[in-house]
Antibody, heavy 119, light 111 residues
Framework: QITLKESGPTLVKPTQTLTLTCTFSGFSLTTSGVHVGWIRQPPGKALEWLALIYWDDGKRYSTSLRSRLTITKDTSKKQVVLTMTNMDPVDTATYYC???????????WGQGTLVTVSS | QSVLTQPPSVSGAPGQRVSISCAGSSSNIGADYDVHWYQQLPGTAPKLLIYGNSNRPSGVPDRFSGSKSGTSASLAISGLQAEDEADYYCQSYDSSLSGSVFGTGTKVTVL
């Protein structure tokens, strides 16, 4: 079955760079039409889409965060990595990675990881 | 801020039918991009409830249904149950943003 799990620091300082890893199983990111995305949710607030990487290494980013985000994949390790630069307290959120079959419907989600930005 | 607007909350008694609206624009729902719906129970990750406007993944009860018209979409829950108390989000693709967008979210309360 398909599973995803996020990992990374739980606490980062303002101005630091956040690196999150999504380790997945049950599918291959080399299969046509398979993509992995990142979504975040500040405490008590709505979901916000951040980035998506396609099976063919194409990438899409949130317009408002494009300058701060980088998404990459390591198909042999079955991992997708998201980096976000210049972290700020407003970036405090639960960060999720999720699988989509190409129609942008996220059908499998990781459990999420809470990242707090504080000095 | 989100470009898909939902009512902050809706409520209903057990057994009743409730509906959640998702208002978009000509660059997302109105551009004929699919709308998907998610249910998020407290403290858990979102779960795909409806995909492609009106399709239910395996295991989702047929009490949940989705529709789309013009620049808006709706999620209906019939035969409301206590376990349906959760937050619900719509999602679509936006051509002007070249990416996905989520709705503002709606909290469903079962009275």
């Amino acid at each position: 079955q398909i599973t995803l799990k996020e990992s990374g620091p739980t606490l980062v300082k303002p101005t630091q760079t956040l690196t999150l890893t999504c380790t997945f199983s049950g599918f291959s990111l080399t299969t046509s039409g398979v993509h992995v995305g990142w979504i975040r949710q500040p405490p008590g607030k709505a979901l916000e889409w951040l980035a998506l990487i396609y099976w063919d290494d194409g990438k899409r980013y949130s317009t408002s965060l494009r300058s701060r985000l980088t998404i990459t994949k390591d198909t042999s390790k079955k991992q997708v990595v998201l980096t976000m630069t210049n972290m700020d307290p407003v970036d405090t959120a639960t960060y999720y990675c999720a699988h989509t079959g190409g129609d942008w419907a996220f059908d499998y989600w990781g459990q999420g990881t809470l990242v707090t930005v504080s000095s | 801020q989100s470009v898909l607007t939902q009512p902050p909350s809706v409520s209903g008694a057990p057994g009743q039918r409730v509906s959640i609206s998702c208002a978009g624009s000509s660059s997302n729902i109105g551009a004929d991009y699919d709308v998907h719906w998610y249910q998020q129970l407290p403290g858990t990750a979102p779960k795909l409830l409806i995909y492609g406007n009106s399709n239910r993944p395996s295991g989702v009860p047929d009490r949940f249904s989705g529709s789309k018209s013009g620049t808006s979409a709706s999620l209906a829950i019939s035969g409301l149950q206590a376990e349906d108390e959760a937050d619900y989000y719509c999602q679509s693709y936006d051509s002007s943003l070249s990416g996905s967008v989520f709705g503002t979210g709606t909290k469903v309360t079962v009275l």
